[in-house]
């Protein structure tokens, strides 16, 4: 079978959720091959043996970390041109998107972003102006480099042992110039518990309706485990950190539920949220645009609304 690889996000020693998705698409394409960069095996191997994953290549030798991403993609790119994999498939975060288009430019490759969907002919599928278009493309020369945008996905589950291969790499390999800023330091965002925005499963996200009071946003959250997003007019407003935003501006998300309360859903919102799978709207307006999109709509103040939902799911996990 063709070999596939896919680039292994983690930190803190875990495996990010979104590597198992590529894992899963993967194996529809052929074998899978992961590429680790500066990770601990002996605590990744584990995590990654039940994802079907056929081989690990840990690139190790020099600290990646050291570097914005031209060092990360230096290292993959010189990989794909040995190997000459089917595709090389990467989580659409903005430093994975940073390093697949550095990857592709380097092997002169086409490249495909923020797909939600690849088939085993590496045909892929895109939601795009806000998610009013479906878009399937192939890409038509070299290497396929496709980013494939988190929650989209189930995560297929397989056993597997895979063979370890170390990969050796020094900075005296590399194009100097190419290598990309060094870094300083890095600061952890605080995350306070909560599950990365473009990793959770479930979002409660707050807008220009909660007048800056989030309290019962994040309390809603918190009971459903879920991460808290918010609109552009929240994070403009000082009201919410700019990291937490949704939209064409900000992150792109697809989680199983998304709750928005007290947003109105204008097309620069929807773009970031669209494709989530079941989408619940609270808002005052019943003219809102959000309730266009949403499955479950309900007209009211989310000052009323959030505080006896939240109360009603503690009851019932009670």
């Not at 983690?10 to 960069?37: P, W, Y």
């Not at 599950?195 to 459903?224: C, Q």
Request: hydrophobic fraction near 45%; aromatic fraction near 4%; charge should be negative.
């Amino acid at each position: 079978m063709s070999q596939v690889f896919i680039l292994v996000d983690h930190a803190h020693g875990k495996v990010a959720h979104s590597v198992g998705e590529l894992a899963t698409i993967a194996k529809r394409i052929g074998d899978v091959s992961a590429l680790v960069l500066n990770g601990d095996l002996s605590v990744l191997t584990p995590q990654l043996s039940h994802l079907g994953i056929s081989e690990i290549i840990s690139l190790s030798g020099i600290n990646f970390e050291k570097y914005s991403a031209g060092a990360s993609a230096q290292a993959i790119a010189q990989l794909v041109s040995e190997k000459s994999p089917a595709a090389l498939l990467i989580t659409s975060t903005a430093r994975g998107k940073e390093i697949a288009a550095r990857v592709a430019v380097r092997t002169n490759s086409g490249i495909i972003t923020d797909a939600i969907d690849i088939d085993a002919a590496l045909i892929a599928t895109q939601s795009i102006f806000g998610g009013s278009t479906t878009v399937h493309s192939k890409v038509g020369h070299g290497t396929p480099i496709i980013t494939l945008r988190s929650n989209s996905v189930e995560i297929e589950v397989a056993a597997t042992t895979p063979i370890l291969t170390e990969v050796k790499v020094a900075e005296s390999d590399f194009d100097a110039s190419r290598l990309g800023d060094k870094v300083v330091s890095i600061t952890e965002a605080v995350t306070g518990g909560r599950p990365e925005l473009t990793e959770a499963s479930v979002i409660v996200s707050g807008g220009r309706g909660t007048n800056g009071d989030f309290a019962p946003v994040e309390a809603l959250a918190d009971v459903l485990g879920a991460a808290v997003g918010a609109s552009r007019a929240a994070t403009d407003a000082g009201w919410y950190p700019h990291s937490h935003q949704v939209g064409q501006t900000g992150k792109t998300v697809s989680p199983s539920l998304y709750v928005a309360c007290g947003i109105s859903g204008a097309i620069q919102h929807r773009a970031g949220m669209q494709t989530s799978k079941l989408i619940v709207a609270i808002n005052k307006d019943p003219d809102a645009p959000i309730f266009d999109l949403a499955d479950l709509g309900i007209v009211g103040d989310l000052f009323a609304v959030l505080p006896q939902a939240t109360a009603e799911i503690q009851l019932k996990k009670a």
